[in-house]
């Protein structure tokens, strides 16, 4: 019997270590298995002591994946711009992880959790698809963590918001590329001094603050002074030696350049993968062609005194302003050219809304960000929401909400060069325009005098199927006329 009961013993004390072993290798987030000693007697007739092992462990916070959720607007795959993190790093919840770019618009992606960044899944410009981890991160042990179903995001809407970072109740403004010098070079964004706009970090503050750190000098900006030649001796004139006959001259031989470079391929994405999608629709349309010139003459000197106004305001006033307003006192009375149709052609949406797209150059690509509700907006208020757009595109922080939506554009192609042009229509819009430069050229006065004038070229494009020729002309010399005689737009005003 006793034996039977030390056999017994024996297998279950295997078992046991099998099982602690197992449990060992099968969870790799847990300390090793520590191992306690536990005096048992089995309840048998014969009282016979034996020793059997016990497997407890201690777990470490559980790794979660991180994942980037649906962003909306049908998009299904982003590019990693920038990490704000690496591996190792500690997060809180709503610290900045990393900035996207979709077709359409830049995001923030932002902690939901607090812990320790574990895995980096994207390096820069990879193609991130929705629903697949971004990051994992080892959150607290007794932390209660919710399901990792969705990501906080944060839509770049300014660039105010996108540069603000809280450090110890203290609001800090630095760009994306600041941060990260300051991280790379372990300073606290607290501990440096703002010189620029508003107490914002510049670059030149980290390197400054780093400079006192170290001792080290920076050097300064590269001038070149200027060496007066020096004077010509006053003394007697010395009699000038006999000039030697002049010396053959070699041309030196340089070897030839060999070209090594090599072609590259690689593929569509963001805003240009866009512009592909949106073009492509676009050649379905068959487009109407119509081209003027307006004299700007009156509304230059027009600009000319309110510039100083809106500066005083901290704006900056251009044309444009006036274009577009001038452009929704149009549509007010031509309806249709704000307006859009089904895929079948089948019914006309005529939009209450006036949110008149501008064309932009940018770095990202060729962005169409509009303002939106002109009709209720004075020049002074589309100038000051025009300086914002154009702020945000020269970063790449223009927002879903600022590239969507719009209903008519304009394209100002003449800031660039050029006279005519011939724009493309943006579905689901049905017709747009394409501005040329201003040109001072020569043209005949009221009294059959030459005059100088201000002339700039004007190109629209429509969408035949809904939009006639006679339609889009007087649409043309009703804008024009509110420009060459900006007093007239007082009238239509509200």
């Keep these: 019997m006793a034996a039977v009961i030390s056999l017994r013993g024996s297998f279950t ?52 994946q991180f994942k980037l959720s649906d962003i909306g607007e049908g998009i299904r795959e982003v590019t990693v711009k920038e990490w704000y993190v690496k591996e190792g790093d500690k997060v809180s919840q709503f610290d900045s992880i990393c900035e996207v770019q979709s077709d359409k618009a830049s995001v923030t992606i932002t902690s939901r959790y607090d812990g320790i960044i574990r895995k980096i899944y994207y390096d820069i410009e990879a193609t991130a698809l929705v629903g697949t981890p971004l990051v994992d991160i080892e959150t607290d042990a007794g932390e209660d963590v919710a399901p990792e179903e969705d990501v906080l995001e944060t839509p770049a809407v300014s660039h105010e918001e ?7 109740g203290h609001k800090t403004q630095a760009t994306p590329a600041v ?3 300051a991280m790379e070079n372990n300073i606290k964004l607290s501990e440096v001094l703002g010189m620029g706009r508003d107490g914002r970090i510049l670059k030149e503050d980290i390197l400054n603050y780093l400079a006192r750190q170290t001792g080290a000098i920076l050097p300064p900006s ?33 070897p030839k350049p060999v070209f090594t470079g090599k072609d590259r391929t690689e593929a569509l994405k963001g805003f240009h993968k866009a512009m592909v999608k949106t073009m492509t629709t676009a050649l379905k349309i068959p487009h109407f062609g119509y081209c003027d010139e307006v004299d700007l003459t009156q ?10 106004v809106a500066e005083s305001r901290g704006v900056k006033l251009s044309y444009m302003p006036f274009f577009i307003k001038a452009a929704s006192l149009g549509l007010l009375h031509f309806p249709i050219l704000n307006a859009s149709v089904d895929e079948a052609c089948q019914n006309i949406t005529y939009k209450a809304a006036h949110n008149i ?17 002109v009709q209720v907006l004075s020049v002074f208020e589309i100038a000051t929401e025009l300086n914002r757009l154009q702020n945000l595109g020269s970063t790449g922080q ?36 394409a501005l040329g430069k201003v040109q001072v050229l020569p043209r005949f006065g009221p009294r059959d005098e030459v005059v100088k004038a201000h002339i700039m070229k004007v190109s629209w494009s429509a969408d035949h199927r809904i939009i006639d020729g006679a339609t889009m002309c007087r649409f043309s010399n ?15 005003l509200k």
């Design 179 to 181: 941060r990260r010098l």
């Design 398 to 433: 223009l927002s879903t909400q600022d590239l969507t939506g719009g209903t008519f554009t304009l394209s100002n192609i003449g800031s660039i060069g050029g006279t005519y042009a011939k724009p493309v229509i943006l579905p689901p819009e049905v017709a747009i325009g």
């Design 222 to 254: 590269p001038f070149q002074e200027i060496q007066p030649p020096p004077p010509r001796p006053t003394g007697p004139a010395t009699p000038a030696a006999p000039r030697a006959p002049p010396q053959p001259t070699h041309t030196p031989s340089f």
């Design 13 to 64: 004390l295997v078992r046991r270590l099998a099982s602690a072993h197992q449990f060992k290798h099968c969870c790799s987030r847990v300390r090793p298995a520590r191992l306690e000693r536990l005096h048992y007697a089995y309840p048998v007739t014969a009282q016979v002591p034996h020793r059997h092992f016990r497997a407890s462990c201690v777990a470490a916070g559980p790794v979660l």
């Design 299 to 308: 509304l230059l000197l027009l600009r000319a005194e309110l510039k100083g």
């Design 478 to 492: 009703l804008w024009k006329s509110y420009l060459e005689n900006p007093a007239t737009m007082l009238l239509d």
């Design 162 to 168: 996108h540069t603000h970072q809280e450090i110890k």
């Design 357 to 373: 797209g501008l064309a932009m150059d940018t770095t990202q690509g060729l962005l169409v960000p509009n303002v939106k509700n």
